[in-house]
């Protein structure tokens, strides 16, 4: 999110990853989508050069402390739309990737075709969308102060700053240096579609309530259990994956 978002210091994440790894569980360290002072690259450093952890890359200078070394994750902020590009990352050395989350089922349908073998895929499947990041905070600009004296006050707001259209429309959610979408994504119907597709992996983005339910939710779904409509009880949008404007929601059942 921002390097200034440190409400845990690297030895506890480390810690928290120890014990997620003892119950079991995966565990990949993100690296963050923009980096803007020395201090950004010396944690980056740190991260790619962990001997435990496979490292999620969001941006080209973690793809080049990792290339060649380890295997890793790219993750949704490398620009990746073609299979040249896959076939690159994997020659450096990703297992992985994230598609962008502006690409639609069709293009990363054809990107499965033709993805470097042993490349898993993963797709984000629910939670606000990362949609662009910037120099500047949003947060700090919007109580007018200057982003230095920011005082980390995103963190007052655990689940952003909604910014309305002049129709009364929810259209972005403001989150420190990153703009979101203004309501979450929600692939729970798509499921099945990327099942077929080959996708290996889906993420959920953590939530302020009901993230173990989510969850749950989708684990039925992928085991073709049941759907629960109780998912739907906000409002969603599934737009970019269908090829519609991102905002929008188009049920499975219409397609």
């Given at each position: 999110?921002?390097?200034?978002?440190?409400?845990?210091?690297?030895?506890?994440?480390?810690?928290?990853?120890?014990?997620l790894?003892?119950?079991?569980?995966?565990?990949?360290?993100?690296t963050?989508?923009l980096?803007?002072?020395?201090?950004?690259l010396?944690?980056?450093?740190?991260?790619c050069?962990?001997?435990?952890?496979?490292?999620?890359?969001?941006?080209?200078?973690?793809?080049?402390?990792?290339?060649?070394?380890?295997?890793?994750?790219?993750g949704?902020?490398?620009?990746?739309?073609?299979s040249?590009?896959?076939?690159?990352?994997?020659e450096?050395?990703?297992?992985?990737?994230?598609p962008?989350?502006?690409?639609?089922?069709?293009t990363?349908?054809?990107?499965?075709?033709t993805?470097?073998?042993?490349?898993?895929?993963?797709?984000?499947a629910y939670?606000?969308?990362?949609?662009?990041?910037?120099?500047r905070?949003?947060?700090?600009?919007?109580?007018?102060?200057?982003k230095?004296?920011?005082?980390?006050?995103?963190?007052?707001?655990?689940?952003?700053?909604?910014?309305?259209?002049?129709?009364?429309?929810?259209?972005?959610?403001?989150?420190?240096?990153?703009?979101q979408s203004?309501?979450?994504?929600?692939?729970?119907?798509?499921?099945?579609?990327?099942?077929?597709?080959?996708?290996?992996?889906?993420?959920?983005?953590?939530?302020?309530?009901?993230?173990?339910?989510?969850?749950?939710?989708?684990?039925?779904?992928?085991?073709?259990?049941?759907?629960?409509?109780?998912?739907?009880?906000?409002?969603?949008?599934n737009?970019?994956?269908?090829?519609?404007?991102?905002?929008?929601f188009m049920?499975a059942?219409?397609?």
């Amino acid at each position: 999110m921002c390097a200034k978002r440190r409400a845990l210091r690297r030895a506890d994440w480390l810690d928290i990853a120890a014990r997620l790894t003892d119950a079991g569980k995966e565990v990949v360290l993100s690296t963050l989508a923009l980096l803007e002072a020395n201090s950004d690259l010396l944690q980056l450093e740190k991260i790619c050069a962990n001997a435990n952890y496979i490292v999620e890359a969001n941006d080209m200078s973690a793809v080049h402390l990792l290339a060649g070394r380890v295997p890793f994750v790219a993750g949704p902020h490398i620009n990746c739309y073609n299979s040249e590009t896959l076939s690159l990352l994997a020659e450096l050395g990703a297992t992985r990737w994230v598609p962008p989350v502006e690409l639609p089922a069709t293009t990363i349908g054809t990107l499965q075709n033709t993805r470097p073998e042993a490349m898993e895929t993963e797709v984000f499947a629910y939670g606000y969308l990362p949609l662009s990041f910037s120099a500047r905070c949003f947060t700090a600009r919007a109580d007018n102060v200057g982003k230095d004296e920011c005082e980390q006050r995103c963190i007052r707001d655990p689940e952003g700053r909604p910014l309305f259209t002049q129709e009364h429309e929810r259209l972005f959610t403001m989150n420190g240096i990153q703009l979101q979408s203004g309501i979450p994504c929600n692939l729970l119907y798509e499921t099945s579609a990327m099942l077929d597709m080959g996708i290996d992996i889906v993420r959920i983005s953590p939530q302020l309530k009901d993230t173990d339910t989510i969850v749950k939710t989708f684990h039925a779904a992928v085991d073709g259990t049941s759907i629960s409509e109780g998912m739907l009880r906000s409002p969603v949008c599934n737009g970019y994956w269908h090829g519609l404007p991102g905002m929008t929601f188009m049920h499975a059942h219409n397609d």
